[in-house]
């Protein structure tokens, strides 16, 4: 038998279009680490049209030559899991409505099955990494979005129309931030990497009390335009007041939308992954004490940090392309 007979019966390709970085990755069936693995930043001027041509070079650097027996793909939006199309980009134009796994079978020859970034975390965090050994999972990505999976008894929970697990347009102020959604106060527009970057500019230009931001002014060079969720943490780390409050009122918010699935589905474990959860302990102690003053009483559910990082959703996309087979 041939190496490409070989190579077509056991490689899988996985794909992750995410809102600042585009990867792919090769994995040989019922691996436990990839083959292969690249990845490069969202480009400045962001299309659907340039992501595709991206992910496509990317994906030829992993292959080798070779041919994918199926491919699995991470999308950073809503699709339409049944029909692989995309409904909806926050991030970046011209996705809605293209028919995605459609696109990846003309263009590999291989059966593929596209899935919303966060269900795709949620199944890669379920079956390899801090979901392991649940019944009843929920996992959540805070990064320039907000997104929510649910997986029970080993199967991803989509609901009627694809959306369940959109944890980001829980709605927390009505009064609140504009969000992308179109809506106000959604914890996505109170919480996630932007969000955080956009509250602590508002602080800073607001006067201060004396001593307030000025860790955080010192890591921007006073340019607070460069202001991120990663400045912002760090500069909690060193100390900054203003800094930790911003984080303190982000992790007020997401333990207030965690409570409400705690409520509704509860989970036995919770999941938190994503860049945002990397700021740690000044974030995520007062998400553990709003999602107890708020949640449902009774429930014994655990809160986690998620193992598999930014791999999560490469790992999803892993497991959904090897059902295929």
Known sequence: MGDGVRGLKKLVLVLDFGGTKLAAA??????????????????????????????????????GGERPAAVGASFGGPVRREEGTVLLSHHVPDWEGFPLAEWLRERFGAPA?????????????????????????????????????????????????????EIGHIMVDPDGPSCTCGRRGCLEALASGPAIARRARELLTSCPRPGEGKVLRELVGEDLERISAREVAAAARRGDPLAAEVLREAGEALGFGLAQVITLLNPERISLGGGVIKAGNPLLAPVREAMRRHAFPGSRVEVAVAELGDEAPLWGAAALAEALL
């Open 26 to 63: 090769a994995v040989e069936l019922r691996s436990r680490t990839f083959r292969a693995r690249a990845s490069v930043p969202s480009p400045p001027t962001k299309s659907a049209e340039s992501d595709r041509e991206i992910v496509l070079r990317l994906a030829e650097e992993v292959l």
């Open 113 to 165: 099955v596209v899935e919303n970034d966060a269900n795709a975390a949620a199944l890669g965090e379920w079956r390899y990494g801090s979901g392991q050994g649940t019944r009843h999972f929920f996992y959540v990505t805070v990064s320039t979005g907000i997104g929510g999976g649910i997986v029970i008894d080993g199967e991803l929970y989509h609901g009627a129309d694809g959306l369940a697990g």
